[in-house]
């Protein structure tokens, strides 16, 4: 119950929201690269600023590499979704 809570779910939701249709608008309006390092800031402020702050926002970028490399949210879904599992599984 604890990965479906703290590992699918973020992984499935989150990617919507920020890869899917933040990221989609702010690559339209801004550009590529811009977008995705603006959308990373706003997935690293979401999960609160902390001493972790800037491992997110690496995590944002690469996420939406990946959203954009693949043109699809399916790989940055998987990848948050094993991140986010392996920290459920080791705690």
Do not use: C, D, K
Request: overall charge positive.
């Amino acid at each position: 119950m604890l990965v479906a809570v703290f590992a699918v779910a973020p992984a499935i939701f989150e990617e919507l929201a920020f890869r899917g249709l933040l990221q989609g608008r702010l690559t339209a309006a801004m550009g590529r690269t811009t977008g995705i390092l603006v959308t990373a800031a706003l997935f690293a402020m979401a999960h609160g600023i902390s001493p972790g702050s800037p491992f997110q926002m690496a995590a944002g970028v690469y996420l939406g590499y990946l959203r954009e490399r693949s043109g699809s949210l399916l790989p940055g879904m998987l990848v948050h979704y094993l991140y986010n599992g392996s920290i459920v599984l080791l705690l």
